[in-house]
Nanobody, 126 residues
């Protein structure tokens, strides 16, 4: 059973930055994905980092602005979000498909992820 807890959300002005954290038990063995869901919109994949070689993947909408990383010593995956825009406003959640292969092959298909954190709200004001 993988347990995930997000933190770091908040209110920020357009152009600002936030760093989200995802504390994940046994995170070294699993790829971790970040997803977001805005009101009235479908959940979308934001980024993913593989388990063993930390290969990162990004949605086109966040490339060049967001950076995903992991700190194995802390069992934590981070999502550094820079140059935030109002359209980035959403509930952000981290998740894993729980597969020991540890790749991002399931990303960005959120319905293939079985383990989710509770989510953290990110609000970007214009």
């Amino acid at each position: 059973q993988v347990h995930l807890v997000e933190s770091g959300g908040g209110l920020v002005q357009s152009g600002g930055s936030l760093r989200l954290s995802c504390a994940a038990s046994e995170s070294d063995y699993y790829a971790i994905g970040w997803f977001r869901q805005a009101p009235g919109k479908e959940r979308e994949g934001v980024s993913c980092i593989s388990a063993y070689d930390s290969i990162a993947y990004y949605a086109d909408s966040v490339k060049g602005r967001f950076t995903i990383s992991r700190d194995s010593a802390k069992n934590t995956v981070y999502l550094q979000m820079n140059n935030l825009k109002p359209e980035d406003t959403a509930v952000y959640s981290c998740a894993t498909d729980g597969k020991l292969i540890g790749t991002c092959s399931s990303w960005p298909h959120w319905d293939e992820y079985g383990y989710w954190g509770q989510g953290t709200q990110v609000t970007v004001s214009s």
